[in-house]
């Protein structure tokens, strides 16, 4: 679980981005952040990970027994520690162009296990198997498709088996089928391993389909709270303006409440 | 940002970069791979212009030095010394630091744009340390070999001229070669070459780590990178020569 209690933000020009957050990110669950674009969510992401210093409030990270952590106020050394708890899936992918599939998975294991050569090998095939890679192994990001990339990357994320998954817009650039199958893959492996998930996204076939923890960013505030079911009546006419936007999904939400009478 | 602010920026990049590697055995993968990349494939290059700039000072040595009075060997002493004093330890790396520094900045910056670094960064690992620090070993311990192999196919450019023009006699240029030898110049192109392929190393991969922005962004900063390593070169050069020559 991660607490975010009252936190604020803003960068070098004044502005305000992240005004008085607080929300709480579930264990097991897929978290989701939602807005619209230069909403703050991205911020709100980046602060939680500890890539940027939040100005008031305090982030904390709950450890295996259960006691917090607060990110904002580690130094360097623990925020490196902490972060070995955390896999990242970022909008790009952000695989190493060097290395193969099989080497970039293997990479955090390299880096930080004291596994036997052949016992990380087997664990980076075990998770690339996971997301059904294999036949990919041996080749480099520049010669696979997006898709594929981003469940390289999800593999290389959960190597460690890491408590906390963070993931960067992760359908952006990706065709509605494919953006489909990374949001069950991302959700399997939630449920799968117990994890606590964090997904900033504003596609909102993930909304309907994986949300089961929404917090939606609007202006720097937090707007809005709830799951997937509680969607379609929100009462916050800046979430309903984001989500229906579109006749499509007008036409879902009539059909829902059609649905339930 | 200001030149103040860059040069703070440079230190605290420095002092990431210069950590103990979070593995070892990760290091040393890096810096054969970095070896192989950027000094082996240094070498080709280093070689062809060595040799025909080798040659080429023979020949203008030469006929600036017509006047009967001086002795035939001049030239070749005034080949080596040239080529040992200057071409190969500052000229070479000049050169490098456009071959080797822009590569490195696009590198890195690519990295960067393409949120590879932050990725590292994530998971634990001091991305300064991982990225920069087996570049700079690897040049640092390889450009002084690179210096070595200018000096010796310069000295080979000119001594074909003397073997197969009628610019100057064999005789007279090994001579020439040979004649005032003072060792210390060679401690002294190597102590240069070390200190300008730190130059070189760590303000590429500064320029790169550093970019913000995308492609276009990379471009300037790798140019930026070679163009500011160059004068750093020089005037790096200017104090060296003063503080080991004078």
């Known amino acids: ?261 | 940002m200001n030149a103040i602010e860059r040069v703070g920026d440079y230190c605290k990049l420095m002092i990431r970069t210069f950590g103990v590697p979070d593995r070892w055995s990760m290091f040393f993968k890096q810096y054969k791979n970095e070896l192989i990349k950027l000094g082996l494939d240094s070498i080709m290059i280093n070689v062809i212009i060595s040799f025909f700039i080798g040659a080429v000072i023979t020949i203008q040595m030469k006929l600036n030095m017509s006047n009967p009075i001086l002795p035939g060997y001049l030239t070749g002493l005034a080949v080596r010394d040239t080529l040992l004093l200057e071409f190969s330890p500052t000229i070479i790396c000049i050169i490098l630091a456009g071959k080797v520094g822009s590569n490195i900045a696009s590198e890195v910056g690519s990295m960067r744009i393409t949120e590879q670094i932050d990725a590292l960064d994530i998971m634990g690992v001091n991305s300064a340390n991982y990225l920069i620090l087996p570049k700079i070993a690897a040049m640092v311990s390889f450009i002084p070999c690179l210096v070595i192999i200018s000096i010796f196919m310069g000295i080979i450019g000119g001594l074909f001229v003397a073997e197969f023009t009628d610019t100057i006699t064999t005789h007279e240029y090994v001579t020439g070669i040979q004649f005032m030898f003072v060792p210390f110049y060679v401690t002294y192109a190597i102590i240069k070459s070390m200190v300008f392929a730190f130059i070189i190393t760590s303000v590429a991969s500064y320029y790169g780590y550093t970019v913000k922005g995308g492609a276009l962004e990379v471009g300037k900063a790798s140019t930026d990178a070679v163009v500011n390593s160059s004068i750093l070169i020089l005037m790096t050069n200017l104090m060296l020569t003063k503080l080991l020559l004078t």
């Not at chain 1, 599939?101 to 980076?124: G, Q």
């Not at chain 1, 690339?128 to 594929?148: H, K, W």
């Not at chain 1, 709270?225 to 979430?239: F, H, P, R, S």
């Open chain 1, 1 to 261: 679980m991660i607490e975010v209690k009252h936190v604020s933000k803003s960068f070098q020009d004044g502005v305000k981005v992240l005004e008085d957050i607080s929300t709480v990110f579930e264990t097991g669950k897929t978290n989701l952040i939602i807005g619209q674009s230069g909403s703050g969510k991205t911020v709100l992401m980046k602060s939680t990970v500890g890539i940027y210093n939040v100005d008031e409030g305090s982030i904390i990270y709950d450890d295996k027994d259960g006691n917090g952590r607060d990110i904002t106020k580690m130094n360097n050394n623990q925020l490196k520690l902490m972060h070995r708890e955390i896999g990242m899936l970022f909008q790009g992918s952000a695989l190493f162009d060097s290395m193969t599939v099989l080497e970039n998975v293997k990479f955090p294991l390299d880096m930080f296990s004291t596994m036997e050569e052949d016992e990380k090998e087997a664990r980076a095939r075990e998770c690339i198997e996971r997301v059904d890679l294999t036949r990919a192994c041996n080749l480099f990001p520049s010669e696979i498709s997006g898709g594929m990339q981003k469940r390289a990357a999800i593999a290389r994320a959960i190597v460690l088996n890491p408590r906390f998954l963070f993931c960067d817009e992760p359908n952006s650039g990706l065709d509605p089928k494919t953006s489909l199958m990374i949001d069950r893959l991302i959700q399997e492996i939630t449920h799968e391993y117990g994890i606590t998930t964090i997904i900033n996204t504003h596609d909102m076939n993930s909304v309907l389909e994986i949300g089961e923890n929404i917090v939606f960013i609007n202006k720097g505030h937090k707007g809005w709270q709830g799951n997937k079911d509680e969607v379609y009546d929100t009462g916050c006419e800046a979430l309903e303006n984001l989500i229906f936007a579109s006749e499509l999904y007008k036409k879902i939400k009539k059909a829902h409440f059609i649905e339930n009478k």
